[in-house]
Every structure is written in C-alpha cells, then in structure tokens.
C-alpha cells in the first residue's frame, strides 16, 4: 500500500531564515506531487505541483520554491521566511490525472 | 489510530437528485471537521465545522456536525453537472506532541448524469 510522509511536523523559524521541507512518497511509481498551504478556517491553496521528477510548475508567485530530486521526493523550500509563510503545509501525491489526491499528515510552520 | 471514513466511496445520480454524502471519524483532540470538493488539482473549500448542530449553507449545498456521534453529513440539493467531483472530509486534531494534523477521508467521488 502507498504512504505519504513529510516531516518535520512542527516548525518554529525566525524572519530570514531558511526553510527546507521535505515529502516521501512509498509504494507507487512516478506519482504527480502537490504542495498546499492551508490557511486558518480556509481551504488548500496549491502552491507547487510536479509531474515527474525535475518538472515543476507553480501556481501563485511567492517567496517558496520546490524541487523533485527523486521521483518520490518533493521538497519545498525557500531562501528567507517571511512571516506571512506560517501555515499549515500539507504534501499530496496522485496517480497520473486522477482527481483522487491523498494528503500527508501536515507540517505546521511559524515564522516568529 | 486516527481515521476519517467517508461513505459511500462512489455515487452516481442524475441532476435533479438529492445527495448526502456521509463522513465518520475518530480523531485525537478533535478540533474542526473542513469539507472540500474536489475536481482537477486543487480541493475547494466548502464548510468548516466546529460546533454540533449548526447547519453550514451555501446555495444548495449544507452540512451539519454531530460531535457526540463523531459523524458530518454534506447534503446537495437539486444536483447539477457541475457537482460531479470528489468531496473530501477532513478532520484536525491534534496529536499527543500538540502539533495539529488534518487527517483526510479518503472522498466520495459523485457522479451527476444529465
């Protein structure tokens, strides 16, 4: 059976600091990779997607990057954190084109 | 082990038709149950629910929580094409570290025919 991990779970980083947050994928092959940011009382945003690995296409300019290194690894990162990238950031994978997407177990960032 | 159980996994329906899309969970330190459909990349927000027995409306489609039961139901009226997607149930809690979690069913993916 598939899982999805991301860690860390929790993240406290200050202003200007770097971010590296990284997702697994186990038991499929070439899957179609999301990062979400979820914000408070609100939905998903979709931040990055990828369908395999080095193609990434991004949905809303920001201060993040993503990378696929592996064909199941997703990383999201960026340079220097402002304190509007608190969230909530959630890694999904999917099989090819299908609207079915399962969801990792989260990491909660707080910049300070 | 914390689980969001949705049921059923497939519905199909012609427009007109009535939906209620059902979601169960058992979750650590329960904070809010969220509904989202579900159609291409991105899952849509539709209600977040926090309290039993208030009914969450938009246009046709409301939800209701029973928190004593642990169960929300999402009710579509008067379905149209445009309905078909997959809804996923979402729950947050909280794990025994205090970092919160969304632990997502799995969705049930509606069908409208014309």
């Known amino acids: 059976s598939q899982t999805i991990h991301q860690w860390p779970a929790t993240l406290v980083q200050p202003v200007g600091s770097p971010l590296s947050l990284e997702c697994t994928v186990e038991?499929?092959?070439?899957?179609?990779l999301y990062w979400y940011r979820q914000a408070a009382g609100r939905g998903l945003q979709l931040l990055f997607y990828?369908?395999?690995?080095?193609?990434i296409s991004s949905e809303v300019p920001q201060n993040l990057s993503a990378s696929r290194p592996q064909d199941r690894q997703f990383i999201l990162s960026s340079k220097k954190l402002l304190l509007s990238d608190s969230g909530f950031y959630l890694c999904a994978w999917s099989e090819g084109q299908s609207y079915e997407q399962y969801f990792g177990p989260g990491t909660r960032l707080t910049v300070t | 082990e914390d689980k969001v159980v949705q049921s059923p996994l497939s519905l199909v329906v012609h427009e007109g038709d009535t939906v209620t899309l059902n979601c169960s969970y058992e979750v650590t330190n329960f904070r809010s149950l969220l509904w989202y459909k579900q159609e291409k990349k991105a899952p849509t927000f539709l209600f977040m629910l926090?309290?039993?027995?208030i009914e969450k409306k938009s246009g046709r489609l409301s939800s209701i929580l029973d928190k004593k039961e642990l169960f929300s139901i999402l009710n579509i009226t008067a379905t149209q094409t445009g309905d078909s997607a997959v809804y996923l149930c979402a729950v947050k809690g909280l794990t025994q570290g205090g970092s919160e979690k969304l632990v997502f069913g799995k969705g049930t993916k509606l069908t409208v025919n014309p």
């Open positions: 990828s369908v395999g690995i080095g193609q």
């Open positions: 926090t309290s039993s027995g």
């Open positions: 038991g499929t092959s070439n899957p179609n």
